[in-house]
């Protein structure tokens, strides 16, 4: 097997070719002897006629006098290249070539009717000859045209030699011709490859430069530039989640560092230390809750989620979420609503829905104004279940509605911190609505609130 693939391709080439040309060379050379031939029968012929016609015109002239009428009829056509013999009875009466006429006359005389005969004894390889007879007194007097087929062979043989010693060379030629067009097909391949080469995770902005190469070529070439750019997305998508994962990671880190270092500076009271610890205790929480959603988001990214599927109901599942807000809500002094009133049947993984719904409760409780309003609803339309918690609190610009489910992104940066928000739950709630088949989106009016909501297609 040849790995090489412009020789392989060459090889397929020439084996194509010279299948080709033997079949070429094969019809040539039959249809080649063919027409060698009948042109010599035709010649043959037209001379016989010749013939014939000069010795009935002699033997008129003559009156009658057969020998001499012969005589005269090949004396005439002695220049012709055929040979001409008269016989009569047997007998050869005139010939053009007077030393080989007499073979003939077993050959004239098996011809009987027929006007083509091959003359076996006559030359190395016998002779060909047409045959015409005119009526003569008390009988009938032959004219012969003949030709020796030495001619014709030597003719053919070179015509083989010519086939034998031509095709190797052309084939030679061919399969340096077909290489040389392979590799200079192939050249873009190889110059594709250093490039690609080149590309290592540093550099994955960099693109393969196309020039121009034939038309596969530039595709192959595009898509491997289309999967540079989304492997260069993934990267910096990548990049993006480990620097905001650390930079969110060093703000509890940091107070929890700076509380300690601060209460060990000196001795201090048990209510002090009591102060610090909680103060620990919370930003720990907050910490354990960033790990959480991380570490979420990263068996997200990995693609290879294993959801616990069963089947729930839907409104039970929203009125327990509302139920473990209920205190949240109450802090703030918000009415919180659930309308779930009929059964609504669902199959997903339990836990990730009420962590979703969970997220959507507390973005409402914590936006929502000191005695607002929040409310959540699950509705079954035609087709699709419709989860959805509205509030009554600042909403949010139409410009950023598209961005708040990007992780880290946060609407108002500094007020979003100081409530403990990171930024991740709209992702992660994003994220488990994709995985069921559905869709999450917002609906708000900057001053009027906001309806989140999650579309399931069943
Ligand atoms: P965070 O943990 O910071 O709240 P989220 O991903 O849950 O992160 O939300 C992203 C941003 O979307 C928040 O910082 C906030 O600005 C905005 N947001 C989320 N829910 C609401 C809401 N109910 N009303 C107004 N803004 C909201």
Same mark, same amino acid.
């Given at each position: 097997m040849i790995r090489n693939f412009r020789l392989r391709l060459t090889a397929w080439y020439l084996a194509f070719f010279t299948l080709l040309l033997a079949v070429f060379g094969f019809l040539f050379y039959g249809m080649f002897s063919n027409a060698m031939r009948e042109r010599l029968d035709e010649t043959l012929r037209s001379e016989a006629a010749t013939a014939a016609g000069l010795l009935a015109d002699e033997i008129t002239e003559l009156h009658g006098d057969l020998p001499a009428a012969a005589a005269e009829a090949v004396e005439e056509m002695k220049f012709r290249t055929t040979t001409l013999v008269i016989y009569s009875g047997g007998r050869v009466l005139a010939s053009s070539d007077t030393g080989r006429s007499r073979d003939l006359a077993e050959a004239v005389r098996l011809a009987g009717q027929s006007d083509l005969v091959e003359a076996s004894g006559y030359g190395h390889r016998g002779a060909r000859a047409a045959i015409r007879r005119v009526p003569v007194d008390g009988g009938e007097a032959i004219a012969v045209a003949l030709e020796p087929l030495d001619a014709l062979a030597d003719e053919m043989r070179i015509t083989r030699r010519i086939l034998l010693f031509g095709f190797p060379l052309l084939i030679a030629l061919a399969g340096l011709g077909g290489y040389a067009v392979a590799t200079r097909s192939l050249a873009p391949l190889g110059w594709m490859a250093r490039q690609a080469h080149e590309i290592g995770g540093e550099s994955l902005h960099?693109?393969?430069?196309?020039?121009?190469?034939?038309? #596969?070529? /530039? /595709?192959? !070439?595009?898509?491997?530039?289309?999967l540079l750019a989304r492997l260069d997305q993934s990267f910096e998508t990548m990049r993006r989640f480990v620097a905001d994962a650390s930079h969110e990671l060093r703000t509890p880190l940091s107070v929890i560092r700076g509380e300690a270092d601060v209460a060990l500076t000196r001795e201090r009271s048990a209510s002090e230390y009591k102060q610090s610890l909680a103060v620990i205790l919370d930003e720990s929480r907050r910490l354990s809750r960033l790990v959480d959603d991380l570490l979420n988001l990263a068996r997200a990214d990995s693609g290879h989620v294993k959801l616990r599927l069963e089947d729930l109901y839907l409104n039970d599942l929203v009125a327990e979420c509302c139920r473990s807000a209920r205190t949240a809500? #109450?802090?703030?002094?918000?009415?919180? $609503?659930? !309308?779930?009133?009929?059964?609504?049947?669902?199959?997903?993984? #339990?836990?990730l829905l009420r962590r979703m719904v969970t997220n959507l409760l507390e973005n409402a409780i914590r936006h929502a104004p000191e005695g607002g309003r929040v409310e959540a609803s699950v509705e079954a339309e035609p087709g699709a279940i419709r989860v959805q918690v509205s509030d009554n609190?600042?909403?949010?610009?139409? $410009? #950023?509605?598209a961005r708040v489910f990007e992780r880290f992104y946060r609407v108002d940066e500094a007020r979003s911190r100081r409530e403990g928000g990171f930024g991740l739950g709209l992702a992660i709630v994003k994220w488990i609505a994709e995985v069921h088949k559905g869709e999450a989106g917002v609906i708000s009016k900057p001053g009027a609130g906001s309806t989140f909501f999650v579309t399931f297609r069943v």
């Open positions: 960099k693109r393969l430069e196309i020039g121009d190469a034939a038309d #596969e070529l /530039t /595709t192959l !070439a595009a898509s491997f530039n289309e809500a #109450e802090a703030r002094n918000i009415a919180l $609503e659930c !309308a779930c009133p009929g059964d609504v049947p669902f199959r997903g993984d #339990e836990d609190g600042p909403g949010i610009p139409p $410009e #950023e509605a």
